[in-house]
């Protein structure tokens, strides 16, 4: 079993920034990538950014060149600094962990709100 604990959203307005968390917990050696997804309200999850354990990332074209995604492997603790933010950027953001096996782990999810 693996845990994921998101931590860093908030209000902020447009054109700022925020930094997520995500600290990892458990069999955290059978992990292979994590990654961000965001939930508006009446749409559906959507990935936002991934990075494997080798270092590759990978990001939604709405977010990019603007959203980073890093991991500390010492700290178990996946990041997403979230920079020049949009109200369309307004979502539940949640911390998701994939195994070897593909099985999917998931945070409580932290609400990223973005006003205008």
């Known amino acids: 079993q693996v845990q994921l604990v998101e931590s860093g959203g908030g209000l902020v307005q447009a054109g700022g920034s925020l930094r997520l968390s995500c600290a990892a917990s458990?069999?955290?050696?059978?992990?292979?990538?994590m990654g961000w997804y965001r939930q508006a309200p009446g749409k559906q999850r959507e990935l936002v950014a991934a990075?494997?354990?080798?270092?590759?990332?990978n990001y939604a074209d709405s977010v990019k060149g603007r959203f980073t995604i890093s991991r500390d492997n010492a700290k178990n603790t996946v990041y997403l600094q979230m920079n020049s933010l949009k109200p369309e950027d307004t979502a539940v953001y949640y911390c998701?962990?994939?195994?070897?096996?593909?099985?999917?782990?998931w945070g409580q999810g932290t609400q990223v709100t973005v006003s205008s």
């Open positions: 990075i494997t354990s080798g270092g590759s990332t």
């Open positions: 458990g069999s955290i050696f059978s992990i292979n990538a």
């Open positions: 998701n962990g994939r195994d070897y096996a593909e099985y999917d782990y």
